[in-house]
């Protein structure tokens, strides 16, 4: 039970961790295209429009189903639509739980016994 809660807390404080430096390198991006668009070489946020095509291409490869879809393609866009540390919180809950369903199991046997 202490592991999967542990795992639990690890992975939430390693998500923390990510959110932390995805918006310090928002806020490197975003200075970037400032610092690009002030010197004349590209247009106001050059680097945001390449961010943004490339989200637009990856939300379209997973969540553009067509008919007649398969179970793979529910299943990745299942997938998709999660995150990834939700993921790992769940699995290390599940590892609580099944540690604390062979704890009673275990002392229920140990007092049947007794």
Not at 34 to 62: I, P, V, W, Y
Request: glycine share 4%; hydrophobic share 45%.
């Amino acid at each position: 039970m202490f592991l999967g809660l542990f795992g639990a807390a690890f992975s939430s404080k390693y998500y923390e961790r990510f959110q932390l430096h995805t918006n310090r390198a928002k806020e490197y991006r975003n200075a970037l295209d400032d610092l690009l668009a002030t010197q004349g070489n590209h247009s106001k946020r050059f680097l945001h429009s390449l961010k943004k095509a490339a989200d637009q291409d990856h939300e379209q490869s997973f969540l553009a189903i067509p008919k007649g879809q398969t179970n793979w393609q529910r299943w990745m866009a299942f997938v998709h639509r999660r995150r990834l540390y939700q993921l790992w919180i769940s699995f290390h809950l599940l590892i609580t739980l099944l540690g604390l369903v062979f704890s009673i199991l275990a002392f229920f046997r140990i007092k049947a016994a007794a």
